[in-house]
């Protein structure tokens, strides 16, 4: 078999969250950079590995995949069971089923008025462009209401599935990376639970591997 490869960008974070949990299972990759400034994820050639032209793309080196979630979750449970208690899954379906449902969540509840914060707090200005304060506000709105249910889920659990950590928390990585270097770290500070547990999870060593990745890539 050959080597797994990821076609996808340091810039994006749904590229970071398939690192991040390469890293997690301690799986060895290339990674095959996108640039999408320049518009490679909309040549024909990366159009061949997904034809949505959105990265990341995993090749395993008998499967082509796509869709950041897709990935991770089929990682969890493949490569899982050689991490005996430390999977990022549960096997049992019942025991599953709240990390499926909390991963729909932070797809449909919990990103969206993250991206539209980063891209306000954090790309417009990098871009020289002015923040939409109406935007700001009204998403803002949105995700203190979705962190509000979270500070009450972690009084209950360590993490955000059960007291394990799971794909869950993990697919939260990039988008708290960057909402904790805007203002919009309030939403978090003012939250005990979710503080400690963006903390937490913004600590973890496959996290600072993607991090320094990110790093060097800029030396």
């Not at 996808?8 to 950079?33: I, Q, R, W, Y």
């Not at 499967?63 to 999977?87: A, D, N, P, T, Y």
């Not at 700001?136 to 394990?164: M, N, P, Q, T």
Request: with cysteine.
């Amino acid at each position: 078999m050959r080597g797994r490869k990821v076609y996808g960008s340091l810039k994006s974070p749904a590229t970071l969250k398939v690192l991040a949990c390469l890293f997690e299972h301690s799986l060895d990759f290339e990674l095959v950079p996108v640039d999408l400034d320049a518009g490679e994820h909309k040549t024909e050639a990366f159009l061949s590995l997904n034809p949505f032209g959105q990265v990341p793309v995993y090749d395993d080196g008998e499967v082509i995949q796509f869709e950041s979630r897709s990935i991770i979750r089929r990682m969890g449970h493949e490569h899982g069971k050689k991490r005996l208690g430390e999977e990022l899954v549960y096997w049992e379906p019942r025991k599953h089923a709240p990390v499926s449902n909390w991963v729909d969540v932070e797809d449909h509840l919990f990103e969206p008025p993250a991206l539209k914060l980063i891209s306000e707090l954090l790309v417009k200005p990098q871009k020289g462009m002015a923040p939409d304060e109406a935007a700001i506000a009204e998403a803002e709105a949105e995700l203190a209401k979705v962190l509000d249910v979270y500070e009450a889920r972690l009084g209950k659990f360590k993490y955000l599935a059960s007291d394990k950590y799971t794909i869950v928390d993990l697919l939260h990585l990039p988008n708290l990376q960057s909402l904790v270097a805007t203002p919009a770290k309030k939403l978090i500070e003012s939250r005990p639970r979710v503080s400690a547990w963006c903390a937490d999870l913004l600590s973890r060593p496959a996290w600072a591997k993607v991090l320094d990745m990110q790093k060097r890539a800029l030396e």
